[in-house]
T-cell receptor
Framework: KNQVEQSPQSLIILEGKNCTLQ??????????LRWYKQDTGRGPVSLTI?????NTKSNGRYTATLDADTKQSSLHITASQLSDSASYIC???????????FGTGTRLQVFP | DAGVIQSPRHEVTEMGQEVTLRCKPI?????LFWYRQTMMRGLELLIY????????DSGMPEDRFSAKMPNASFSTLKIQPSEPRDSAVYFC????????????FGEGSRLTVL
């Protein structure tokens, strides 16, 4: 069964600190992996899209990594800001389907 | 483009009433997805369309739910009759190209059924 698991479920850090969110998946054959940021009360917004051949992709202070062999991805946030407080959702799609498999997200709270 | 537009943003209704949620996709996007989000289950795919044709509705909870896409610029999700357990945020999202395209979400419709 195609699944996407995220950890931790929730995370609290102090402003200025770094953090890393994890995503493990079983989707096969794999097509691409997306990271989304969802602010409270808003729709998810795309941060990165990574295909099979990409290992690292950055978007400002956000850096996503992908290991297609171990089926793991991480999202690293550098020098966190209060505005980084949100849910971060990992989404994986397979080659043989139009469906996107969503993780349940990591709820990040950045405190001053 | 104004992005994916959903309406209403908030809906409060009583059990048994009909609810209609609306979505205007980004122009030119061939795929349209309806999702439901709850605290317990996260984002769940209900149904998706490709070129206005429903492709997979296996996520639709039961016959009380129906979705249509009469043309490329409009889709509806209808719940009739509504029940308290339908309370959730319903998102519409569109995709231009399946493989590597970016999935754009609307701001969601928050439904509360009393």
């Amino acid at each position: 069964k195609n699944q996407v698991e995220q950890s931790p479920q929730s995370l609290i850090i102090l402003e200025g600190k770094n953090c890393t969110l994890q995503c493990n998946y079983t989707v096969s054959p794999f097509s691409n992996l997306r990271w989304y940021k969802q602010d409270t009360g808003r729709g998810p917004v795309s941060l990165t899209i990574m295909t099979f051949s990409e290992n690292t992709k950055s978007n400002g202070r956000y850096t996503a990594t992908l290991d297609a062999d171990t089926k793991q991805s991480s999202l690293h946030i550098t020098a966190s800001q209060l505005s980084d407080s949100a849910s971060y959702i990992c989404v994986v799609s397979g080659m043989d389907t139009d469906k996107l498999i969503f993780g349940t997200g990591t709820r990040l709270q950045v405190f001053p | 483009d104004a992005g994916v537009i959903q309406s209403p943003r908030h809906e409060v209704t009583e059990m048994g009433q009909e609810v209609t949620l609306r979505c205007k996709p980004i122009s030119g996007h061939d795929y349209l997805f309806w999702y439901r989000q709850t605290m317990m289950r996260g984002l769940e795919l209900l149904i998706y369309f490709n070129n206005n044709v429903p492709i997979d509705d296996s996520g639709m909870p039961e016959d009380r739910f129906s979705a249509k896409m009469p043309n490329a610029s409009f889709s509806t999700l209808k719940i009739q009759p509504s029940e308290p357990r339908d309370s959730a945020v319903y998102f519409c999202a569109t995709l231009g190209f399946r493989s590597t395209g970016e999935l754009f979400f609307g701001e969601g419709s928050r439904l509360t059924v009393l």
